[in-house]
């Protein structure tokens, strides 16, 4: 296993996710306690030491279980991360409450590792609202030794992410994001990633392999890699890039079965970053995967726009939404745009096509933005 220097810590470059764990007759809520553990003790014999779960994950139930499998394990041989859930915000106002009642589902006495969670549109505003007190009472906890180490994980914008820094950015340690080489662009994962390393903030990975996509290639992609690669295994790519991005310290994989455990921890066993042609050829794969509308934010639509809508931000939760295929991202992201400004609110008076340089149709595309989301 390699690791990674953290402040005083050293860290396994791969976490064990809790996500995804194995499950009893494909029920989400359900989890397989028995596989779980069993992929648990061969992640601790083979150098994991850091955990990450959260409250929501598996209908709640994710922090129990971790927490009965790891209270076999001495509490200083492991390092265990969860989340205040500020995705729901019915949750704001109960930060001590959840805090309270996640320490005893997770069967400890501290948080080595916690965060805001899912910083993003839907609940920026509210993070950053005094009135709710969360920052103050997790900085509270963190002086009494029940949090040792504060940080943030964000699916919001750039600008989202920066205006929580500008909040609370001295305070943050570490910074959770949603990188791989195909949201390296896609979501603009190279500039959220290059504004946290501006802050000195170290950065955790989270959706390494995008849900699983990128575990399994097209035939046409999977032999480009083969041929600069011949022994390396195709979900293997997706995490030789993140080891190749500066200031990555930590990368979670939301593992399912044990074979998965197996061959991840294989994987960390050496460094080996991409080369320059490597790194060229998994951009440009992505590059090839993703076919959305092929806006420029020129924003010319947005001054023709009788309804003053946000085209292009609309555009690029639809391409977000089209590729996922679903998702929780657009839909997340739409809560947080004003009411008459939404995709639905297009009266398809097509002013914006006929100043569009791209010649996007775009009434159809918000048409088919609201088709989708039905």
């Avoid at 601790?44 to 927490?67: C, I, L, P, R």
């Avoid at 662009?185 to 950065?203: D, R, V």
């Avoid at 995008?210 to 046409?220: P, T």
Wanted: aromatic share 12%; proline share 4%; glycine share 6%.
């Amino acid at each position: 296993m390699i690791y990674r220097e953290f402040q005083d810590l050293k860290l396994s470059v791969l976490g064990m996710g809790t996500m995804r764990l194995p499950l009893i007759d494909g029920k989400d809520e359900c989890v397989d306690e028995a596989a779980a553990a069993e992929m648990t003790e061969y992640a601790m014999k083979h150098g994991v030491n850091y955990y990450d779960t959260a409250w929501g994950y598996h209908g709640g139930n994710s922090e129990t279980v971790m927490g009965k499998i790891l209270k076999n394990y001495p509490r200083n041989s492991f390092y265990l991360a969860t989340k205040f859930p500020g995705y729901d915000l019915a949750n704001m106002s109960k930060a001590e409450e959840i805090f309270e009642k996640q320490l005893k589902k997770c069967q400890v006495d501290y948080f080595d590792f916690y965060l805001f969670h899912n910083v993003c549109e839907m609940n920026i505003n509210e993070y950053l609202d005094e009135k709710y007190g969360i920052f103050e009472y997790l900085m509270k906890q963190k002086e009494r030794g029940r949090i040792k180490h504060l940080g943030f994980s964000a699916h919001g914008s750039y600008d989202v992410i920066k205006r929580f820094l500008d909040a609370y950015g001295k305070h943050m340690e570490f910074c959770q994001l949603q990188i791989n080489y195909v949201d390296w662009t896609f979501q603009q994962a190279k500039e959220k990633a290059e504004l946290i390393s501006e802050w000195n903030i170290p950065i955790w990975v989270m959706e390494p392999l995008r849900g699983g996509m990128l575990a399994s290639l097209s035939d046409e992609n999977r032999d480009r890699l083969k041929a600069l690669r011949p022994d390396e295994g195709i979900p293997a790519w997706a995490f030789r890039f993140l080891m190749s991005i500066p200031n990555v310290t930590m990368i979670l994989s939301g593992m399912s079965d044990y074979e998965q455990m197996k061959d991840n921890i294989h994987t960390f066993e050496t460094e080996n970053s991409l080369n320059q042609k490597e790194m060229e050829t998994v951009l440009d794969i992505a590059r090839r995967m993703v076919n959305g509308v092929p806006c420029t934010k020129c924003h010319y639509c947005t001054s023709h726009c009788p309804q003053g809508i946000d085209i292009p931000n609309l555009i690029e939760l639809y391409n977000e939404h089209t590729f996922t295929g679903g998702g929780f991202l657009a839909p997340m992201a739409l809560m947080a745009v004003p009411e008459g400004k939404k995709h639905t609110d297009c009266i398809g008076c097509r002013s914006c096509e006929a100043v569009c340089p791209q010649q996007i149709k775009i009434s159809e595309v918000l048409a088919d933005f609201a088709e989708k989301l039905k």
